[in-house]
T-cell receptor
Framework: AQTVTQSQPEMSVQEAETVTLSCTYDTSESDYYLFWYKQPPSRQMILVIRQEAYKQQNATENRFSVNFQKAAKSFSLKISDSQLGDAAMYFCARYSGNTPLVFGKGTRLSVIA | NAGVTQTPKFQVLKTGQSMTLQCAQDMNHEYMSWYRQDPGMGLRLIHYSVGAGITDQGEVPNGYNVSRSTTEDFPLRLLSAAPSQTSVYFC????????????FGEGSRLTVL
């Protein structure tokens, strides 16, 4: 059963603007980890950002940041100052308990020059 | 540093044929896994291994076999290929199964006619 939901199959953003990709998840565990992976046209999977559930502070990696709302089980990715190289599929993923990493269905992001 | 190496990158099979997708990593990772990626479905786990001699099923294991005789190698065998197995396959590894970053191979595109 799919327990990571990305409700936006496609998104677009103007270059230099900010975009937010949504992700919700389901888990009964109190200790878990959340990830965003990027898949450019090259097909290579690249880790963008990682969040531990026990940390209240939202993770940040340069232009990428998350809005982690634990009670709502929401984990959105914000991309600031979007660049053409950000165009890709983005996958939200969750690890909890002993269950291997579970991925959402992905959001395809287009960046418009 | 090669990372995770998958072969072949492309393969065309006829229905009923068998084949093995090879996966090797040189990072001394204990955890290895196979995913398949289909349009609109995200990445779905086929099989995984937490160490040499130990394998387990993921979400979509039917029609696939795996073995883990060494830490480095984790081949995926298609026993009798079916058109439903047309997909892109990814091998991934990490230091452990506990929420470490997954390192992915470049993917193998398989077409079953």
């Amino acid at each position: 059963a799919q327990t990571v939901t990305q409700s936006q199959p496609e998104m677009s953003v103007q270059e230099a603007e900010t975009v937010t990709l949504s992700c919700t998840y389901d888990t009964s565990e109190s200790d878990y980890y959340l990830f965003w992976y990027k898949q450019p046209p090259s097909r290579q999977m690249i880790l963008v950002i990682r969040q531990e559930a026990y940390k209240q502070q939202n993770a940040t990696e340069n232009r990428f940041s998350v809005n982690f709302q634990k009670a709502a089980k929401s984990f959105s990715l914000k991309i600031s100052d979007s660049q053409l190289g950000d165009a890709a599929m983005y996958f939200c993923a969750r690890y909890s308990g002993n269950t291997p990493l579970v991925f959402g269905k992905g959001t395809r992001l287009s960046v418009i020059a | 540093n090669a990372g995770v190496t998958q072969t072949p990158k492309f393969q065309v099979l006829k229905t009923g044929q068998s084949m093995t997708l090879q996966c090797a990593q040189d990072m001394n990772h204990e955890y290895m896994s196979w995913y398949r990626q289909d349009p609109g479905m995200g990445l779905r786990l086929i099989h995984y291994s937490v160490g040499a001699g130990i394998t387990d099923q993921g979400e979509v294991p039917n029609g696939y076999n795996v073995s883990r005789s060494t830490t480095e190698d984790f081949p995926l065998r298609l026993l009798s290929a079916a058109p439903s197995q047309t997909s892109v396959y990814f091998c991934a590894s990490s230091y452990s199964s506990v929420a470490w970053e997954l390192f992915f191979g470049e993917g193998s595109r398989l077409t079953v006619l």
